[in-house]
């Protein structure tokens, strides 16, 4: 696409941050004078290191060539100049590569063939040969491999938060934002795209060469392209031209998804342009979908990376999948504004990009998606998530310190991608919309292409509103936890005299959490909503006087309060005929909470009465919220005894609520629910009816993908049927797809041994690659009904963690641990835990928040269904 006219991002100067709420570690542009002490050399980047380069480093450019071969095992060969001011000279200037030094073959600085060391992750240039001003560094190298992604005919770059490093020498950090020219040789058959635009192409032989133009100004982190054996389609969006890359081979989902995937694109990119009123600020706009991609997406600049399955769906889709897909779009276009336009200083606000993704995204699909409840999709993607990690002993504050970028990985999780939206909306609230986004708006024209911190936005912000957002931030941003609610109702001659709602913290303290929420009195003939203004541990509802005595109090009705929320007995009477369904996701979300907590309601209870009014639920998502919930019980919290004791009722239950469902999609939910809570030979040999004869129940739609997972749960189920997996291997035609199940069919053996040789196999790092393939794998090796034979695998997960986040991208650290946890519910797999920290006093503390965060629902079985 053209490029965009730029004058009305390049106003506006940077603002100092707020030094009150700086608190956390990370570099930061100043004005001081450019430090003399040497800079200590050690791994990773340091927070002193990137002080020190932001001060002296500017007009960072990269030129660089490299040699794809057709062979995955062939060395890349690579070369680079890099361009760049200098502003002191007075010490060796490390630039960073993660490689060995045998990957480094020669260095020239300034025209000098040059003499440098490797040592800890960096190539030392040496003083002699630098100078204050400009200064140029060829390098020949040989690439590595680690954040390459190779695979047999095609390979991606995915170098977020340091792993550009990992590749090639550069100085990776946030901060040091740089052009890129790329030029790639690569085997003729192949495609490729990149940040900037295609501008020539040659052929020699068996290989040609893709030029691309130079990028935009990025960090490290978003320098990008994918190269290999992709179909490409093209179209033309409201003037913007958009390249699309993918490996899908399914007709039908080709034919249903090209639309909708660039028609997303196209809405998403309006609704920012009109949003911000800053047009989209690069040169332009494609996007590649990867087989078994690490995350969902990943915001690369000209050049967006999706998990393939996430963007091709099929017309069995249901709606929460077709919601799924456009957030997932609608947040990354979201990051071209918020963290590839302005982008945080350190990695310690990698928070801030994804909490405004997120909350755009939101925002982007009520409006890009008919019959969208804004309200609805809100609560149940965002509070379930954060309270799975919020209520944790390994909870995490939203913005934490960081020292050193090879730690960054470890910030990532539940907490930014689902807390963060919370508590922005919390804050939308706080100052109403419009002075909201006149901030967002001013903060982007502020810092565009620059770097910007938490502290400056809250700068601009706190100008608009009367409230004290530095209160607000401390117990919101700066500390992790959730409150709790209670309340005391006095009442006389049949009216309210007085309502008094109370908060504490969840681990006892008195923190206050300022927010905003309703409930409602509930009378038999109707509902009264008050607002509730929590800005203090202890609040009189004034509104709530006089008003007749109600039969109980709903709290929390428009699902935007954190925490949690009471509920009474009378709830359970009267929630299957509460009309607004956000309302009734609230109430499941606040009874589930209180299970977990041991407050008001048994996982007995709560799962009998989920089995008695599943059919009554007509709202898909509260759907998947209840069976996601009553699988959780299910499996989790009920012993084995027991688990076998409701089977026959349960799968009874969920079976006929999927014949009197009326909504094709909401029938295809509860397939899935009977597939996975399926333990009665009656119920598995309907299951294997249906994958045997390739016909789903009337009214559900299934595809080739819905029946490889209904073969891993028969083969889970040791289900008495020859060669499932291997016929269902035979049926597969996309070759992606035929070797994810080839790589999980061990971890589902019949055969012991087989298992534990899949097991074994995992300790080494080139059979982790596909981490979704391992996690997956992992789901069926630990699951419940194999836990007694795979429980002498846990204190081996635990031991090669360490490893994992070294070696692993940001999100298989904690994959790892919750596919390996996830499923148990013994005194034993929690003493495994407990023993491992035992073992490990200065474990490192973000990976032992990682493991107990992850351990969190074995704990609570523990502890429960001993109870």
């Known amino acids: 696409m053209k490029k965009r006219n730029r004058t009305l991002l390049l106003a506006g100067v940077g603002l100092l941050g707020v030094a009150s709420l700086a608190s956390c570690s990370g570099p930061r542009a100043t004005t001081t004078a450019v430090p003399t002490a040497a800079v200590p050399l050690e791994t990773g980047v340091s927070a002193e290191l990137a002080n020190y380069r932001k001060q002296v480093l500017s007009h960072i450019a990269y030129n660089i060539h490299l040699q794809l071969p057709a062979q995955k095992q062939t060395p890349i060969l690579g070369s680079e100049t890099i361009t760049f001011r200098l502003a002191d000279n007075s010490q060796p200037l490390q630039l960073d590569f993660k490689e060995a030094p045998d990957h480094l073959k020669q260095v020239w600085i300034n025209g000098k063939l040059a003499e440098v060391r490797v040592e800890k992750e960096h190539i ?20 590595g491999d680690l954040s390459l992604n190779r695979n047999a005919d095609y390979l991606y770059t995915l170098l977020v938060p340091d792993r550009a490093r990992t590749v090639l020498p550069v100085f990776d950090q946030p901060n040091l934002k740089a052009t890129f020219t790329l030029n790639l040789t690569l085997p003729k058959d192949w495609s490729a795209l990149a940040n900037g635009q295609l501008v020539d192409s040659t052929q020699s032989g068996g290989s040609k060469s893709y030029s691309f133009a130079t990028s935009d100004t990025i960090p490290t982190y978003l320098f990008s392209f994918a190269a290999g054996k992709f179909r490409h389609a093209q179209r033309d969006m409201k003037g913007t031209t958009m390249h699309f890359y993918h490996r899908e081979t399914d007709a039908t989902k080709i034919q249903e998804s090209m639309g909708p995937i660039f028609q997303i694109h196209s809405d998403a990119l309006a609704f920012l342009e009109d949003y911000t009123q800053i047009p989209y600020p690069f040169q332009k706009f494609d996007f590649v979908a990867i087989p078994d991609f690490q995350y969902g997406g990943m915001e690369h600049v000209g050049a967006i990376q999706y998990k393939a399955s996430s963007l091709f769906l099929d017309d069995g889709a249901t709606k929460d999948q077709q919601i799924s897909r456009s957030n997932l779009i609608a947040h990354e276009t979201a990051h071209m504004w918020f963290g590839d336009l302005v982008t945080m200083q350190w990695f310690n606000d990698v928070w801030m990009k994804e909490v405004f993704a997120n909350f755009m995204a939101d925002k982007i699909t009520q409006v890009a998606l008919e019959d969208t409840n804004y309200d609805m999709k809100f609560l149940v993607d965002h509070f379930p998530a954060a309270y799975s990690i919020d209520r944790t002993a390994g909870a995490n504050p939203i913005r934490q ?58 700068k601009i912000l706190d100008a608009r509103t009367e409230a004290d957002l530095e209160q607000w931030n401390q117990v919101w941003v700066n500390e992790p936890g959730r409150p709790i609610f209670s309340y005391d109702l006095k009442t006389a001659g049949g009216k309210v005299q007085q309502l008094t709602v109370t908060q504490r913290g969840e681990d006892g303290s008195e923190r206050v959490w300022p927010q905003s929420f309703e409930i409602a009195l509930v009378y038999p003939d109707r509902m009264e909503e008050l607002t509730v203004n929590m800005a203090e541990s202890k609040t009189v509802v004034n509104a709530a006087a006089g008003k007749e005595a109600p039969q109980f109090i709903l709290f929390n009705s428009t699902g935007q309060g954190y925490g949690v929320f009471p509920v009474e007995e009378q709830l359970l009477q009267r929630l299957p005929r509460l009309q607004d369904p956000v309302q009734r996701a609230s109430s499941y979300i606040n009874l589930y909470e209180n299970m977990l907590n041991g407050r008001s309601i048994t996982p007995e209870q709560l799962l009998s009465f989920y089995k008695e009014n599943l059919a009554q639920e007509r709202e898909e998502l509260n759907v998947k919220l209840l069976t996601g919930q009553m699988g959780n019980i299910y499996w989790l919290l009920l012993t084995p005894a027991q688990r076998q004791q409701y089977a026959a009722q349960l799968e009874q239950k969920v079976w006929q609520a999927l014949q009197q469902q009326p909504a094709g999609n909401v029938k295809k939910l509860l397939f899935k629910t009977y597939q996975s809570i399926a333990l009665t030979q009656e119920a598995q040999d309907r299951l294997y009816q249906v994958w045997q004869e390739q016909k789903a129940p009337a009214g559900v739609k299934l595809n080739e993908d819905d029946y490889t997972s209904l073969a891993l749960a028969l083969a889970v189920r040791d289900y008495p049927a020859e060669n499932i997996l291997p016929r269902q291997l035979g049926r597969i035609q996309n070759p992606d797809r035929q070797q994810r199940l080839a790589f999980m069919m061990p971890a589902l053996s019949a055969n012991l041994q087989e298992r534990d040789a899949f097991f074994a196999s995992l300790k080494e790092a080139e059979n982790r690659e596909k981490e979704a393939w391992v996690t997956a794998a992992l789901g069926y090796l630990h699951h419940p009904l194999r836990a007694k034979t795979s429980q002498h695998y846990l204190p081996q997960s635990l031991e090669l963690l360490d490893e994992i986040q070294r070696t692993g991208d940001i999100f298989f650290p ?22 491992f920290l035992a ?29």
């Open 401 to 458: 310190p960081l020292d050193n970028l090879q730690d960054a990985g470890s910030l990532y999780g539940n907490i930014i991608y689902h807390k963060a939206p919370i508590m922005m909306r919390q804050l939308e609230r706080l100052m109403g919309a419009e002075k909201f986004q006149e901030g967002l708006q001013e903060y982007l024209r502020t810092y565009a292409y620059q770097n910007a911190t938490w502290p400056d936005l809250i």
């Open 839 to 867: 073992r490990n006093p200065n474990y490192n503390p973000k990976l032992k928040d990682k493991i107990l965060q992850a351990a969190d629902d074995l704990f609570r079985a523990e502890r429960l269904v001993r109870e």
């Open 124 to 143: 030392l240039l040496p003083t002699q040969l630098l100078k204050e001003g400009l200064n140029e560094v060829k390098v020949e190298f040989v690439a």
């Open 814 to 835: 904690f994959n790892w641990l919750r596919a390996t946890f996830g499923s148990y519910q013994s005194p034993a797999a929690a003493r495994a835990v407990r023993d």
